[in-house]
Every structure is written in C-alpha cells, then in structure tokens.
C-alpha cells in the first residue's frame, strides 16, 4: 500500500473517531421511523465532504438513500454498500453509556450501530479522503450507495434498485460488515441468507374470558400453539410441502472452504452459555448447519396476560412473529404461499398471515471470483494473518439486487470482531480494528485501481 496513504491515515486517524462520533450521535432507528431523514442529509454531507458527489434518492413510499460517485485515476470501478439505519437501542438500562452518546474506553467505542453499520460506513469514507488529500485523485473510481432500512429488510430496495438500476455500472461490491474472527483474523464471507419474517394471529372469542369457561371456551393462545407445532418439529425440519425442493447443494469448493475455517464450537458455546447445539452438531457439522441450510425461528408470542401475579383469563387472540432464513435458490414469495396452504392443509385456515413486507432473497457470490483473491491479497497488507473464507453469513440483507446486476459481492472490509454485539446493549468496536478496516479499504481502492 502507498506508504504516504498510510501515514495520513495514522496521522489522522482522530478525525476519524471524530466522525465515527459524529454520526452515531445521530439517531437513525428504522424500526421506529427516528432520525432517518435527517441521518440521510448527514451521510449526504459526510460523502460531499470527503469529494464524492453525492444525491438522495427513494424509491415510491420510501426513504431516502444516499447514492455517490467519484471518478478516480482508472476506470475500473468499486461499487460500496453501507446503511445507515440502526436496531432500536433497548433495553436501555442495561447500557452503560447512553446509545446515541459515542463513548471510547479502554480502547473501544460504544454506541448503537458503531459496528452495525456506522464504523464501517466511515472507515471507507477515511480512506477515500487519505487518498484525495495525499494524491489528489482515488487511484479507481467508485460509487456508493448508504440506505437506511436494512435493519427492517430493505422493503423498498427491490423497488429502489428497479427504479435506478441504470445508475449502477461497476466491476464488484464491498458489502456492510466485515472484521475479525477471535483469533484476529480478517473474514470475507460471500453471501447472505434470504428472509422471510411474518406475523400469524389466532382469535376465539370477541373479548378475553374467564378461565372457568376452559372446558367450552375456545382458547387462542392453545390455537395459535397447536398450529405453530405443525410447521417444524422436534426434529428441526420445517414441515411445509416443499420448502426444500428449491435449496441448492453447496459446492466442493464451498464445503472445502467450510471445513478450513476454525472451530469455534467451545466459544460459541460459551457465548451462548449452552452445553450443547441442536442436533449436537459440532465443528464441521455445526459450521455447515448454521450457515448453508435453511430455518425457521419463533421470534415473539404474546397473548392474554403476562403481567405481575395472577390473572386467569382465556385470551381472544394470541400472536407469534416468525421468521425463515432462507439460502439459495429459496423464493420468498414461494415461502409465504407455502406456510398459508400448509395451515390451510392442516386445519388451521383461520390463522392470518399478516406479511408485512421486507423480505429479502439469498444471495451468494462463488468463492472462485478473481475479487475474492484481491480482497484477500490486500488483507494481508494490514492483518497479521491470512484472511478465512466463508461461502455466506447465516444473518440477512439485501445482496441478492446487486448480484442480479451481475456484480460479485463480498463483505471483507469492516471493523467488526466476535465481541461486537451488534443488536445488543453496548455495541462496540475496538479502535485498532477500525484503523485496520481504514488501512484495508485503502489498500483495495489501490489494488483495484491497478487491475
């Protein structure tokens, strides 16, 4: 990497942690509609003022997203994505610092969405400004593109990449995200599961009864249980005819690159404070479980009371959020028909799906494209070790709209360590960590630019 480029950026490596602070001090919570429009008019002017033209953009009923470019010294050109929406910082009391406040101690720094996905969204933007301060020009040209509703599924992202497809012309993508392992080495991971995330209501009676009516009473809450307990089993397959028809067989190369990764089973099982997987899977089989076949997890019930005491009611209506991961070649849309005819199918009809948009389909870019070799190769400039390969990320976005503009995506260039919390109470990242995601992006706009 050009030595003048490093020594800028480690010269200037405080205004970095300045900008970090200020724009995690601005509120960006999708899922309640705080602070996105005016954290977009942020991210506008952070690109604007580092030398990257920039614009708002929305797609019909959406909000807006940044989109930037800057023409640099070669054609070749990088395409990155960033949001700058954040998961809603509760439970606040079990932060130490407040979330909308950054806070640096003992070499870290605390905030919601520091590392998902702030952190990352300006240690590219410091590299970028390294190289304009220093040599005048990036050494490729770029474009990005910061929106800010991935935390709720980018539900307008299929519409907004339909809309302005045209604009997108480049040679791969850097996605959100990216860091290190526990053993301090850089990942690069190469796809994203798809989501489906629905809410399903049960109703008995008009109002809620009393608990003597039992024996005669239709009970919500048991209807919406019995009918969670036709779509997976004890066995941990989802039962739904054909929900498995469409899942595409991993690769050798892929299950290869699985099997080099570390085993981490002990730690996570740690972090977890499990003794043990479902399925005691382990190692390989547990790697392989977890990021390349789908799932379906309850993520919420409600229903009748579940306040202080006693209160012996039958409830009039119970709810459940669901969610599916899906990897590919699963189909939304096939996913939520599927689920409705399966509870049609097994006498539960009534239930009612509401879908409340934001699914996102799997995407995965194959581990033998050249990009991946030159993220790799620029990794080793800035980490002590080589960097691990992971076919995807068992987590969600919206990758798939960039790999159908025929674009390799990978995320490899980010901030984040197994530590993070990332969702959680006193999110973080580590200062060296964010230095060394600086350092890495600077080196890729110089290994890109070359070809």
Known sequence: MDAEVRRYIEAHFNEAVKDLERICNQPSVS????????????????????GISAHLLAAPGGPPAVFGEIRGASARTLLVYDHFDVQPPEPLELWQTPPFNLSVRDGCAYARGVSDDKGNLVARLHAIRA?????????????????????????????????????????????????????GRPQIILGCKGIVYLELEAKGTGHDAHSSYGAVVPNAAWRLAWALRTIKGPDERVRIRGFYDRVRRPTRVELAALRRLPDETEADLRGWGLKGFLKDVRGYTYRKRHLLEPSCSICGIEGGYTGKGTKTVIPAAARAKIDFRLVPDQRPEEVVEGLKAHLAEHGFGDIQVRDPGGHSPPARTPITSPWVKVVGETAKEVYSGPPEVSPTAAGSGPMAYFRQLGLDVIMGVGAGYPESRIHSPNE????????????HTAALLERVGRG
């Open 31 to 50: 899922a309640q509609g705080l602070g996105i429009a005016e954290c977009a008019d942020l991210v506008k002017r952070m690109l604007e003022e580092t």
């Open 131 to 183: 190289w304009l301060k220093v040599k005048g020009r990036l050494p490729c040209s770029l474009q990005y593109i910061v929106e800010g509703e991935e935390e709720i599924g980018s539900p307008h992202m299929g519409a907004f990449m339909g809309q302005h497809r045209s604009l997108f012309k480049a040679d791969f993508c850097i996605w959100e995200g990216g860091g290190v392992n526990s053993q």
């Open 428 to 439: 973080n990242i580590r200062l060296d960590d964010f230095r060394r995601a600086v350092l």
